[in-house]
Every structure is written in structure tokens, then in C-alpha cells.
T-cell receptor
């Protein structure tokens, strides 16, 4: 398929563990976004990549959260020492160039921290 | 602070009724405005967007939205809803200030009775 894919679709972990969430954007899209969506809320911006670099990481809640996009395509969101409050759906989106372009969303990864 | 407010969290309509979902934003500078929709079991997808020009924007499936700058509003409308419009609708804003964040409202769940 040509859409944004995310793996895993569901992740259950224990408090204090480390998790990695993966996003495969649409081929050729230079911009990639991570969002977090809690129950009953809209997506909350975490970080924006333009190519390999994080152009805006102002939405990352604290230093336990980190994201990389080493080759300008696939991105990994990393969460250290997970807390129960990290439980949410993590959404990835990509767009052709940047902020003004339509963002195409993936299905999300539902993270549950027990 | 930058924010998006959606007035109704839940809306129930009968088929053929007219729809208007409210959206107000707080954002300094030039804005880009979006409505996204999430149908049951599907990804978030773009319904329509406003960047500049005609403040009345037409999107897919008969939806339209009007940007009223003086009211900081971008309300979504459809003259006659169908059962298949049952979904969650999100208003969002980004622009030339605030980095590359796209800020989403909390969403409105629309249920259309057949």
C-alpha cells in the first residue's frame, strides 16, 4: 500500500520499560510528524522532521521522549522509563514538503503502560 | 496561547438534516486552517483546508467551511447529512508563527441516524 504505516498496532508494556514505535511514511514525503492522542482529545503535536532533522521538537513532553529519522524516511519514536500517563495512541503523519501540505496519517500505535 | 476550540463534543442528527460544527481558534499571525475526519475504524483524513483566497472552502463529500477572520472561526457545514457521515471531526490550525505545530481541537463526534 502507498499509505503511512505504523508498527506495532498495539503495544502493552510495564511501567519503567523502554518502547520504540515505528513509522513508515509515504515514499517521497520529506516531512514527518508525530502526534499523541489521548482518549477524548485531538492529536497533540510532538515533533516534526524535515528530512533527517528535527525541525521542531517543542511538543515532546520531557526528555524521556526522543525520535529519530536517520535516513529521512522511516522514523522511530522512543520512550524511556515509560509511565502510566504515557498510555495513548501515537499517530504518525507525513506530507510532501512541509507545514502547508496535506498531512496523511497512519493508523496509529495504541500504547498501554500497565 | 495557541488553541482550537470545538463547541460541540457530540452531535446527533437525522439523515437529511443540515450540519454546522463550530470551530474557533486562537493563533497569532497568518493561519492555515483544516478540518480532518476520522470514520469508524479508519485513519484521520483531510476533509478540506484553507490557506488564502476565497474564505469559503469546499471539500470532499459535499462539505464546506467558511473562514471568518474577524470571529477567528472556521465552521464546517453540510446542507444534508447522510448516515455515512457518522464520524469524528477535528478542526486544526497551523501558521507562520508557533514553529511547525499543527494544533487540533478536541473533536466532535457526529452520529447520523438512518
Amino acid at each position: 500500500g502507498a499509505g503511512v504505516s505504523q508498527t506495532p498496532s498495539n503495544k502493552v508494556t510495564e511501567k519503567g520499560k523502554y518502547v520504540e514505535l515505528r513509522c513508515d511514511p509515504i515514499s517521497g514525503h520529506t516531512a514527518l510528524y508525530w502526534y499523541r492522542q489521548s482518549l477524548g482529545q485531538g492529536p497533540e503535536f510532538l515533533i516534526y522532521f524535515q528530512g533527517t532533522g528535527a525541525a521542531d521538537d517543542s511538543g515532546l513532553p520531557n526528555d524521556r521522549f526522543f525520535a529519530v529519522r536517520p535516513e529521512g524516511s522511516v522514523s522511530t519514536l522512543k520512550i524511556q522509563r515509560t509511565e502510566r500517563g504515557d498510555s495513548a495512541v501515537y499517530l504518525c503523519a507525513s506530507s510532501l514538503r512541509g507545514q502547508g501540505d496535506t498531512q496523511y496519517f497512519g493508523p496509529g500505535t495504541r500504547l498501554t503502560v500497565l | 496561547a495557541q488553541s482550537v476550540s470545538q463547541h460541540n463534543h457530540h452531535v446527533i442528527l437525522s439523515e437529511a438534516a443540515s450540519l454546522e460544527l463550530g470551530c474557533n481558534y486562537s493563533y497569532g499571525g497568518t493561519v492555515n486552517l483544516f478540518w480532518y475526519v476520522q470514520y469508524p475504524g479508519q485513519h484521520l483524513q483531510l476533509l478540506l483546508k484553507y490557506f488564502s483566497g476565497d474564505p469559503l472552502v469546499k471539500g470532499i463529500k459535499g462539505f464546506e467551511a467558511e473562514f471568518i477572520k474577524s470571529k477567528f472561526s472556521f465552521n464546517l457545514r453540510k446542507p444534508s447529512v447522510q448516515w455515512s457521515d457518522t464520524a469524528e471531526y477535528f478542526c486544526a490550525v497551523n501558521g507562520n508563527t508557533g514553529g511547525f505545530k499543527t494544533i487540533f481541537g478536541a473533536g466532535t463526534r457526529l452520529f447520523v441516524k438512518a
